[in-house]
């Protein structure tokens, strides 16, 4: 049974034993919509947040991700419903608006972001377990490399014997992140103090945070970080006993996690001014738990993240895996990635993810990145795919593809509409060096999408596709020049 179908990716794969399984209550349901998004992220908010803007921006950037982000939960909700011969996810969503180019690219992306992703919860892991052997570092040094690695191929060696993911290691993962969660927010409520909060609450006294814009900006792909996984919301949701326990689940177990967030991030402003926390190290959770309960404080949150980001990643990899095998299922992506070994797991593609995570890891230890490099990188990417089902939802209803005759497109108007600008802004907001950073990810992709087309004897570019391929591999060989001789660094 596989409970975090974060895409329909793993829900076609699952098919036989999620329909097989037991229906679900609402408070079930609600804690699996929760289960889907809650990883790594939320136990480093406190630094992550701070690092860029001052409690005001902190308290305006999760306002605008709660409302862009409800309504990017309702598009994947209501495409599940109006779309539900679109199988694959995200991706399919962008292929049949858009076209196989920008779906290829939306598969890509996603992939891109799945896997990245990954790389940065080994650099958590290991981080969290430097608490209790200090050799491990920021997750970065050698020892940390070599045993990140050692875990990413006990995962990978695990799924290939034919490991999913069991309802025992959802349930204790579930656990194991919530708990401390509360726990945390208890004590930092208890030791809040409201003139910590307010010492410097619109952040100008310090100029390095610069605006209240610069401020909101810099929050924006941390808070998009926490929520990927959302659009899994309303697969996870669709085991549902009735009909109108789907939208209670995906909204009561989206507004939990946007509640825990907040009080995360903003009750820690309570507790060490801005500039204390932007110094943390991560997990910063487990500092301010420390600073306030004494060291069992710390040594319980790093555990919770260990068990936490093991759970994820198990089951971030399968998904992972998962998108080139659907992906080349369909001829987006070359034939040879849909290959599964005799234990049903997507051996070749699984084989490429992690050797990737593999590489991206050598390469975290030369460049010496950080966690939060690594998972900016992965929000920034996951965009393309985000904005595609915005926009794709937003056009099945202005033509009315897929509405019966009575039906109103009022509503699905409006989600699609907000997604779709949340989406453009956080384009805006994640600035130009993430966005060459990404170019540079996807434009490798195009050699990948050439030979799928050449394998299903298919013309490869229409007109428009080839000045969108020629966009890319330009802003990609760009950002590979501004990388190579030093002007932006994003890793
Ligand atoms: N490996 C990944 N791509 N994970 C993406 C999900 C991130 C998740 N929301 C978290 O906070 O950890």
Redesign the pocket.
Known sequence: MTSIDHGSQIKSATTTSTTQSAKLSRSLLTALVIGS??????FSLPQNMAAGAGPLAILIGWVITGIGMIALAFVYQRLAIRKPGLDSGPYAYAKAGFGDFVGFNSAWGYWL??????V??AVIVFSALSYFAPAFGEGNTIAAIVGASLMLWAVHALILMGVREAAITNFITTIAKIAPIVLFIVVAALAFNLDVFTLDFSGVSNPELGSLLAQVKSTMLVTL?????VEGASVVSARANKRSDIGFATVSGFLICLGLYALVSLLSLGIMTQPELAGLKNPSMAVVMEHVVGPWGGALINLAVVVS?LG??LS?TLL?AEIPMMAARDGTMPKLLATENDKGSPSVSLWLTNGLVQLFLIITYFANSTYQALFLI?SAAILVPYVLSGAYALKIALTRDGYGAGETTGRDIFTGAVATIYGAWLVYAAGPTFLFMCAMLYAPGILVYIWARREQDKRVFTPLEVVLALAIVTAGGLAAYLIATGVISPL
């Open positions: 998004m809650v990883g790594a992220g939320v972001s799945a896997w990245i992703g990954n940065s919860y970080w926490v929520f990927i996984g980001v994820a990643f971030w992972a992965a």
